[in-house]
């Protein structure tokens, strides 16, 4: 199973691209699993199939906030090559670029948060974090 597309990289909120093609073409009998984790209530998860034969699945989770998001993918209940894909969303191109430069990092010393990770939305707790899972279940026909 092979993940692409603009919603696994980072990017800012205003003109970010959510989406992103799970291709299960070649993989055989299973299942896969999207889960979405990301700020509460700053998401909607959305998944749907291009064509009965086709076996590639658009997935869509349109952010509403700058923060972390986490996408984990699962083919039969196994990640996929490069899940679980974590993404940061910021508010203004110059704190991407910032973070891309690695002038910040989500925490500071022994864990603290850092000014950088009060600015974009971080300081969430385990309770106060969305899911959204999407599921297909299929066959090497059908999907």
Known sequence: VRVYGPG???????????????????????????????PKGAFRVEMQRESQKDRTILCKYDPTEPGDYRMEVKWSGEHVPGSPF???????????????????????????PSEYYGSIGYGTTYGAVSFGQMSWRGSQAQL
């Open 86 to 112: 974590v993404v940061m969303i910021f508010d203004t191109q110059d704190e991407l670029n910032r973070y891309m430069a690695g002038g910040y990092s989500p925490t500071g010393p022994g864990g603290a």
């Open 8 to 38: 696994i990289e980072h990017g800012v909120l205003a003109s970010y691209q959510s989406r992103f093609i799970c291709d299960t073409r070649g993989a055989g009998a299973g299942q896969l699993t999207v889960r979405i984790r990301g």
